[in-house]
């Protein structure tokens, strides 16, 4: 079981910047992935970035250049640092997990946090 515990988010005027963290319950470093999604409303959760365990980060074309993603493996902590936001990021962001067990592959949600971008 992987437990992840979200932090940051708000709300920010357009242009403006917004930080993300997520810390999981295990050494992040020995998961299959991690990484953040995004559900904006009335529409279906979509990636944003994750890094998988070939160690290469993948973002979405969406937020490629402004949003950057990082890990802590002493924490066991993910970040997202979201700069130039546009009023088009505003969603609830979940920190994201998959954990190899014997031969399956379960997956792990946060518990979301909000980011609201103004025009």
């Known amino acids: 079981q992987v437990q992840l515990v979200e932090s940051g988010g708000g709300a920010v005027q357009a242009g403006g910047s917004l930080g993300l963290s997520c810390t999981a319950s295990?050494?992040?470093?020995?998961?299959?992935?991690i990484g953040w999604y995004r559900q904006a409303p009335g529409k279906e959760p979509h990636l944003v970035a994750k890094?998988?365990?070939?160690?290469?980060?993948r973002y979405s074309d969406s937020v490629k250049g402004r949003f950057t993603m990082s890990g802590d493996n002493a924490e066991n902590t993910i970040y997202l640092q979201m700069n130039n936001l546009e009023p088009e990021d505003t969603a609830v962001y979940y920190c994201?997990?998959?954990?190899?067990?014997?031969?399956?592959?379960?997956?792990?949600w946060g518990q979301g946090t909000q980011v609201a971008v103004s025009s």
């Open positions: 295990v050494t992040i470093s020995h998961l299959k992935a």
């Open positions: 994201y997990a998959v954990q190899t067990i014997a031969s399956w592959d379960a997956e792990y």
């Open positions: 890094i998988l365990d070939d160690g290469i980060i």
